[in-house]
């Protein structure tokens, strides 16, 4: 039985007597992304976010919001839409903005807008001790303050547990085109990706995919000229030597790309890359017999493949070093032979791990589960 | 002290070490003049090596330290420290990689903004652009998470570092982030851009640079009143338009900026509009003729529109010496740094004259209208008794009011030492004492830039709570160091 408080000083009640206690506490959302980070044992504890479910303000006009972290994404998604709007964060898969906030998770609509760590605005949060914290704001320019929203995006809950988040919206476009260039070989996808991700265009998103020997380039255009801007892409990508159509019923297309993301039974990888990078990380995703998909402009690719075992993620992380590699879906069995995070000896870890002791000097919220150990 | 010296001297060399009391009068105040202190020692290096030496000679002697780029900071944050030492990065001008092909570039602290858009000219450029972007340096738009015109639609400072090799306070050094993003771990790069120099000093930096706009339009539309000019820039961002910039300057400020570059904006306009759609051309085009329309139809008085690079310079010009100018019409003038949700404009402005009338004080306005980043500037006589403290109360009440209308005491400029007495208004015991367990995890002898930040002196304690042994380090699997 997991409890569920319902107001923040619930949880931070909670949170404080499990650490007093000497538990371990695991802040629970739809538990869509559990099986990420490093092997840690089963928390003492889980406490979930499920009735902090609000959308505590939505200002339109201002194009922000603040959203509680049980929300459901699904939830906060069609709220925004009626007002013509968008929280543009696109992972994979359904869950809550906790868990979306907690994992810094993303998908295509990064290449324009940025991850979770570039929209959100300010955080609430529940320390181990007892103490409610808030910092940033809800206005899109502030810098007032540490950036602990920053901090906690992307902290596994291993600093404590997020309660509510203020975040940038944008307009939901209303149209779209995407500009599809196909091509075997992984060379002149990457080039041509590479050549609009430098060009002066405008693309809400810009991707590559590669799987069975075959790779795409895919450009998605939005705005009043939609439509011109697809085919100018894809005059770019055929004179790069790619075959190529425009897309308009283009959903498919892109949630291929966020599926692409996870995998049920296998192993995927996220390669923090470069864009040079784009045709090695393609032709280790084909020598592993797996798949590939990535946002072209940032060099950042996930790639999916089943069978392999420790050695497989040992492989990729030297064919594509220095570029840290993180392993994301796992089977248990795999997940407990590889370092999932893989930093080594990283300097910067033994400053996380003073942050840790800091944030959470009990050592109580879900220990182990972050990079390091931490 | 005599020691630290000798031995900052042996690590610089003694032509990089000022001591001189008249020598180190340069360094007694940054961009915001009302405050000055002259440090004991002001020191140069010319490398991160050098950086890590100074520091750790600092740590051993127990003197505290402020970094200093260029200066032109408005906060107040590289204020010297009077028994502390000055290390100043005016030296460390180097771009130590211009990488294209990843659409990266890697400089040293001292690189001046303008410098890296300059490096990567013409196809790609540096999007946060400070009004003193000729000037003021990397190192301390990293400081300060610096924004400037063009962040309603790109972004600031933040969004552009990916990587930092930083010296901590105990001269370690760390490499935190890379060229590459998400990468594994607490987003330290995150947490430290924006620190004000209280966590470290940053010796490497790696920026993403972006491709040039095919194309930007410009216009600036003239209004009798700042809420008709508050409702396009409403109606602007209401029809889905992301305008590349939205600024705003009101009568006052159109004065001081027009006695000083002549650009021909009428004297009577009570605000003039500045906005601008860069993009690709078709949709530049296609949207500009909206603009336009919906400037037209809350009753602008002159729409002007930029004919050419010249032209849109011009323009430009003038909005960016809207500061410098006040000077043309005020003694003195105390720059606030408010934000405020956008939508709430119209009402802050009418608060702001309220109070303006109230102290009997001139205020001029000039904003980041897009994203509700307001400069009042408080006008005031220095000479006059009693018209500083005055200029310096009404400047707090303007704070307050941005506050209380959802916003924040510091939209670019920081908090610095300038702002620290506002923010437990903004901010709770609980919210300081969290950011005080950041401050601790890099800086526990707290010697880097204190008394900045924070409203009260804070001390760091052991780590508090008993050591409890990980379940993995038990196991062997991972450990702790």
Redesign the interface.
Known sequence: MTPSPGSYEEVAGALHEAAAA?RRVRVRGSGTKLGWG?P??DPDVELSTAKLDAIVEH?A????AVVQAGLPLARLREELAAA?QMLAIDPPGEGTVGGLFAT?D?GPLRHRY??P??LVLGMT?A?SDG?????G????????????A??F???YGT?GAILEVAVRL??L??RAVTAVGSSDDPAAVGRAA?EL??????AQCLDVAWAAGAGRVLGRFT???AA??AA?AARALAAAGLAVEEVDDDAELWEAQRAGQRSAGGIVV???????QLEEQMRAAERLGGSLVGRA????SWIAFAGGGPEAVDGLRRELA???C?VLDAPAEVRRQVDV???GD??????????K???D???ACS??V????I | MADLIRELERICGTDHVVTHPHALRTYESDGLLQYHAVPRVAVLPDSAPQVRDVVIACRDAGVPWVARGAGSGLSGGALPIEEGVLLVLTRMRRILEVDLPNQRVVVEPGVTNLDVSRAVAPAHFFPPDPSSQIVCSIGGNVAENSGGAHCFKYGFTTNYVTGLEVVLPDGDVVELGGKGVDVPGYDLVGAFVGSEGTLGVATRIVLRVVPQPEAARTLVAFFRHTSEAGQTVSDVVGAGLVPGALEMMDRLSIEAAEGAVHAGFPADAGAALIVELDGPEAECDARFDEVVALCERNGATGVRIAADPAERELIWKTRKAAFAAMGRISANYYVQDGVIPRTRLSEVLEQIDALSAEHGLRVANVFHAGDGNLHPLVCYDAAVPGEPERAEELAGLIVAVCVDAGGSITGEHGVGVDKKRYMPRMFGEGDLEAFQRLRCAFDPAGLANPGKVMPTPRLCGEVPGPYRQHPLEAAGVAERF
């Open positions: 000497g490093a840690a044992p200002n006009g201002d194009l922000t013509g810094a993303s940025g991850g760590r570039d949060v320390l103490t409610l914290a808030r910092a704001g809800k206005v899109i320019k502030n810098v007032a303050g540490y950036d602990l920053k901090l995006t992307g902290s600093l944008h307009p476009p209303p590479t991700a430098h060009a002066r265009i405008e705005g009043a000229e011109a801007q100018g996220r390669v923090s890359g470069v864009q040079a402009a940032h060099g950042l220095p570029s840290p993180v995070w893989g930093v990283s300097t910067a870890v033994g400053l996380m791990r003073r942050v002791q800091r944030f000097p009990a050592g220990p182990g972050m990079a390091g150990g």
